[in-house]
């Protein structure tokens, strides 16, 4: 079941980002680090209501944040709909004991009807450049790469933008 997530979800939802951090860098994919995702984040996606997380059997799985927030390194890029109703996918993530089960899928299902329901233009998120099998999974979902941005912090490489327009 996919909910808004509360503060208290917080040390179960890095949990979650941590074990998904751990087997990206095992696969040779430096996406995320000790900077990124961060409890900070997590805490303001929590208090905007922008933060879900999928549950089953009262343990967290998985979490994605829905926002209407566009990140400066964003507007470099040339968009297919004008910047004014559109929502960011962040921070997607399913623990790696439940991926390859269409749990992804069905956050990133959730995210699109949300932005159906709430009469967004489309949906934009950006995923790692050296991410292979997120290519992928983006791309099967009709969303169309548009450019790259960087955050230091995080890598050297880019991150490949994406939108799916609704």
């Not at 004014?84 to 990133?108: C, E, T, W």
Request: glycine residues 4%; hydrophobic residues 40%.
């Amino acid at each position: 079941m996919i909910s808004p997530a509360k503060l208290l979800d917080i040390p179960q939802i890095l949990e979650v980002t941590k074990a998904c951090a751990a087997a990206m860098i095992a696969n040779g994919i430096f996406q995320w680090n000790e900077h990124y995702p961060s409890k900070q984040a997590f805490e303001a996606d929590v208090e905007r209501g922008e933060l879900y997380v999928l549950r089953i059997e009262n343990k967290i799985i998985g979490s994605i944040v829905i926002s209407t927030l566009m990140d400066e390194e964003y507007k470099p890029i040339e968009w297919l709909t004008p910047s004014a109703k559109n929502v960011y996918i962040h921070r997607v993530s399913v623990h790696p004991d439940f991926q390859g089960k269409g749990y992804a899928q069905k956050l990133m299902a959730f995210a699109e009807n949300y932005a159906r329901e709430n009469s967004f233009a489309s949906v934009r998120l950006d995923t790692f450049s050296q991410n292979k099998r997120n290519h992928r999974f983006y791309e099967a979902r009709g969303f169309q790469r548009l450019g790259d941005i960087f955050f230091p912090k995080q890598s050297e490489h880019p991150f490949h933008c994406y939108e799916l327009v609704l």
